[in-house]
Antibody
Framework: EVQLVESGGGLVQPGGSLRLSCAAS????????MNWVRQAPGKGLEWVAN????????QYVDSVKGRFTISRDNAKNSVYLQMNSLRAEDTAVYYC??????????WGQGTLVTVSS | DIVMTQTPLSSPVTLGQPASISCRSS???????????LSWLQQRPGQPPRLLMY???NRFSGVPDRFSGSGAGTDFTLKISRVEAEDVGVYYC?????????FGQGTKVEIK
């Protein structure tokens, strides 16, 4: 069974940093691109970042470029999101999701990040 | 960026009746490889999103056949043939043709 479990969320002050982790199990992580998607309280879904398999090519939404870094450690079956220079508007539930051709087919339960003083 | 626009934003439906959600993209979703990477997701209250349809009309594993997807180019539709109580939630279209990947605003399906 495919499982994605996010961790690392919490309360952080504006300008601070946080590192999210996504532990993957039940499938070969190396074979899949992986994403982070976020959802602000009461709002819709916003795609954040993608990382490809082994080459680790990455793509980001403009609002996080230069501040967030997606990475992966296939040997540890994990994907990460390093978030720096956090802003109030980054407050959201962050979901880890697996990519298959044309879709995000598996999602974790999410981890809440709150940016507030 | 490709903008995804869903209509309606809210859809009150009677149990057993059909529902339809439209999704329009600001540019064609046909990828250079010939595929159209338009998917639909359902988010029930308090739950993470769940994949329903991919590449316009392919139903994901375990999705009931009352759900169907259609469309081409820039205009797409998700239909529920007979709404059941478990279908309550917010539905999102998503394009994976061009980075940044983008979602529609979401359509809330509720029971009248």
């Amino acid at each position: 069974e495919v499982q994605l479990v996010e961790s690392g969320g919490g309360l952080v002050q504006p300008g601070g940093s946080l590192r999210l982790s996504c532990a993957a199990s039940g499938f070969n992580l190396r074979s899949h691109w992986m994403n982070w998607v976020r959802q602000a309280p009461g709002k819709g879904l916003e795609w954040v970042a993608n990382i490809e398999h082994d080459t680790s090519e990455t793509q980001y939404v403009d609002s996080v470029k230069g501040r967030f870094t997606i990475s992966r450690d296939n040997a540890k079956n994990s994907v990460y999101l390093q978030m720096n220079s956090l802003r109030a508007e980054d407050t959201a539930v962050y979901y880890c999701a697996r990519v298959v051709p044309g879709a995000l087919d598996s999602w974790g339960q999410g981890t809440l990040v709150t940016v507030s003083s | 960026d490709i903008v995804m626009t869903q209509t309606p934003l809210s859809s009150p439906v009677t149990l057993g009746q059909p529902a339809s959600i439209s999704c329009r993209s600001s540019q064609s979703l046909v990828h250079s490889d010939g595929n159209t990477y338009l998917s639909w997701l359902q988010q029930r209250p308090g739950q993470p999103p769940r994949l329903l349809m991919y590449k316009i009309s392919n139903r994901f594993s375990g999705v009931p056949d009352r759900f169907s997807g259609s469309g081409a180019g820039t205009d797409f539709t998700l239909k529920i043939s007979r709404v059941e109580a478990e279908d309550v939630g917010v539905y999102y279209c998503m394009q994976l043709t061009q980075f940044p990947w983008t979602f529609g605003q979401g359509t809330k399906v509720e029971i009248k």
